[in-house]
Nanobody
Framework: QVQLVESGGGLVQAGGSLRLSCAASGSMLRVSAMGWYRQAPGKQRELVAIVTSGGYTNYADSVKGRFTISRDNAKNTVDLQMNSLEPEDTAVYYC?????????WGSGTLVTVSS
């Protein structure tokens, strides 16, 4: 089993920055990717950024150039640095881990960006 614990959410003004962190515990064998998704009120959950075990990264078009994902394999953590935040970034952010084709999710952390 894998458990994911997020931290770092909060309230920030537009243009500000936040850093989200996710710590994974449990067996990390056959983990293929870790990343972040978000779900805004009334919307579907969407990919924000993902990093594979090989170091490949992928970002949603809406966050490219503003967000940076990083992974520390030794510490089993994945962070999301969010800069130039916009009100449209307001959402619950979920940490995600893919292991042997199974998705694991954290409980989410709320990010609110005020205009």
């Amino acid at each position: 089993q894998v458990q994911l614990v997020e931290s770092g959410g909060g309230l920030v003004q537009a243009g500000g920055s936040l850093r989200l962190s996710c710590a994974a515990s449990g067996s990390m064998l056959r983990v293929s990717a870790m990343g972040w998704y978000r779900q805004a009120p009334g919307k579907q959950r969407e990919l924000v950024a993902i990093v594979t075990s090989g170091g490949y990264t992928n970002y949603a078009d809406s966050v490219k150039g503003r967000f940076t994902i990083s992974r520390d394999n030794a510490k089993n953590t994945v962070d999301l640095q969010m800069n130039s935040l916009e009100p449209e970034d307001t959402a619950v952010y979920y940490c995600n881990l893919v292991k042997s084709g199974v998705n694991y999710w954290g409980s989410g952390t709320l990010v609110t960006v005020s205009s």
